[in-house]
């Protein structure tokens, strides 16, 4: 009961930063095409599957870095990456699959590299949110409030190992199952749903205390055993 405790309150922390927006669709036949183009030396393949997946990248590495001016940095490193590394595509999953992994990836070994510098979570790049909120504007409070407690999920993020931070967001901020968080990062998936049994359970411990979440979250549920 703890534990399903622990996940509604993750998920209306989550919800009420405005971390949750819908995929969109992806044409896995035309991708099909383009990576063989691709794997032929076609640049122009490259180009558009560049410019049908970006929009796909930038959440994947939003999710897991957050608002940062580190962020377009981020995702033409995971580019660069999938053009030096698309010719050992072997077609085993789907290019989503493994565009998400090499993503995923990218962003781990950027985290890593920063682990040891304070992070700043700014309004700097917030496009997906506002474009989440466009069709139902907020108040100017509501518009702060919902600042505050993006700010507050990365600060709390941040003190999480990248790998707990991943499934984490992958899980909860993007919805995938334990299976699909497997298959990208290359675990079991008992690794995976153990990993983010205790990366809830951590994150909660530390957002508790946090002003920006301060009387949504009991305190009651972390003191049962």
């Known amino acids: 009961m703890v534990t399903k405790g622990i996940e509604s309150r993750m998920g209306n922390a989550i919800a009420q930063a405005g971390l949750i927006y819908d995929e969109l669709p992806m044409d896995a036949s035309a991708d099909e095409d383009l990576v063989a183009a691709c794997k032929a030396g076609d640049e122009a393949a490259f180009r558009s599957l560049y410019v049908n997946h970006r929009s796909e990248v930038h ?5 897991m870095l957050g608002p940062t001016s580190d962020l377009e940095d981020v995702i033409q490193d995971v580019f660069l990456q999938v053009h ?10 789907k290019f989503s699959t493994w565009l998400h992994r090499v993503a995923v990836n990218v962003t781990l070994q950027h985290l890593r590299r920063k682990k040891t510098t304070p992070q700043s979570h700014t309004d700097e790049r917030l496009e997906e949110r506002k474009a989440a909120d466009h069709e ?24 999480l190992s990248p790998k707990k931070r991943a499934v984490l967001v992958m899980h909860d901020m993007q919805g995938m199952s334990a299976q699909e968080i497997a ?17 809830r359970r951590e994150f909660y411990k530390k957002i508790v205390s946090d002003p920006a979440f301060a009387g949504d979250i009991s305190e009651s549920v972390l003191s049962r055993k």
């Open 183 to 199: 298959d990208v990062v290359g675990s079991p998936v008992f690794t995976v749903r153990t990993r983010l049994f205790y990366a």
């Open 59 to 63: 959440r994947i590495v939003f999710r």
């Open 136 to 159: 139902s504007p907020k108040t100017p409070h509501d518009e702060a409030e919902t600042q505050d407690r993006l700010a507050a999920v990365y600060r709390t993020l941040d003190q």
């Open 84 to 93: 030096r590394s698309i010719g050992g595509f072997r077609g085993t999953s």
